[in-house]
């Protein structure tokens, strides 16, 4: 199975910063890298598919980018409703393997 | 509006049975996979069982093969979990969730709100 690594497991900003949240797969993924949102009532919502494709209706402030092994989740601007955990899952080769999560607090 | 709610969680014993339900809507049901994903009280996300749009493939993880059977009836838009000699790693959040394929891979495009299924004596 690939293995996919966040090595952050909690990260705290401030309201305003510029975030980013890291995840590393343990084989290259081509590009099949994607992001969830879980917020603290345990809704999951998908905001990113294919490294950098923006799910509909998620706020342009969201982004992100990598190849190969390594991505990156950004957030410009951190707002308070972007106060949530987010993982990564790779979607190239069954199973469909996430990472620990991130979860981003308020400093 | 696309919606998927799970049903059917609660305390079970380990040993015991559990049949967990997601009822859905706002989407034609019999044109997508589906799967179960579930979060460990660690947070941890795992998927435990999938299933074709027709219902005619079945996929599990070793940790569930055997004791879990995932299966769909088309004509109520729903998806069903059975669930049995559970024991206390089962212990989780248990989500439904819509699996899109396309030319940009695989991810889930929409998750239920989850239910909670803990395994304890």
């Known amino acids: 199975d690939i293995q996919m690594t966040q090595n952050k497991s909690s990260l705290s900003a401030s309201l305003g910063d510029r975030v980013t949240i890291s995840c590393r797969a343990s084989?290259?993924?081509?590009?099949?890298l994607n992001w969830y949102q879980q917020k603290p009532d345990g809704t999951v919502k998908l905001l990113i598919y294919?490294?950098?494709r923006l799910q509909s209706g998620v706020p342009s402030r969201f982004s992100g980018s990598g190849s190969g092994t390594d991505y990156s989740l950004t957030i410009s601007n951190l707002e308070q409703e972007d106060i949530a955990t987010y993982f990564c899952?790779?979607?190239?080769?069954?199973?469909?393997?996430f990472g620990g999560g991130t979860k981003l607090e308020i400093k | 509006e696309v919606k998927l709610v799970e049903s059917g969680g609660g305390l079970v014993q380990p040993g015991g049975s559990l049949k967990l339900s997601c009822a859905t809507s706002?989407?034609?049901?019999?044109?997508?996979?589906m799967y179960w994903v579930r979060q460990t009280p660690e947070k941890r996300l795992e998927w435990v069982a999938y299933?074709?749009?027709?219902?005619?493939?079945?996929y599990y993880p070793d940790t569930v093969k055997g004791r879990f059977t995932i299966s769909r009836d088309n004509a109520k838009n729903t998806l069903y979990l059975q669930m049995s000699r559970l024991k206390s790693e089962d212990t989780a959040m248990y989500y439904c969730?819509?699996?899109?394929?396309?030319?940009?891979?695989?991810?889930?495009?929409?998750w239920g709100q989850g239910t909670t299924l803990t395994v304890s004596s």
């Open positions: 969730a819509r699996h899109k394929e396309s030319y940009y891979g695989n991810y889930f495009d929409y």
């Open positions: 706002g989407f034609t049901f019999s044109d997508y996979y």
């Open positions: 299933i074709s749009n027709g219902g005619g493939s079945t």
């Open positions: 084989q290259d993924i081509s590009n099949y």
């Open positions: 294919y490294t950098s």
């Open positions: 899952q790779q979607g190239n080769t069954l199973p469909y393997t």
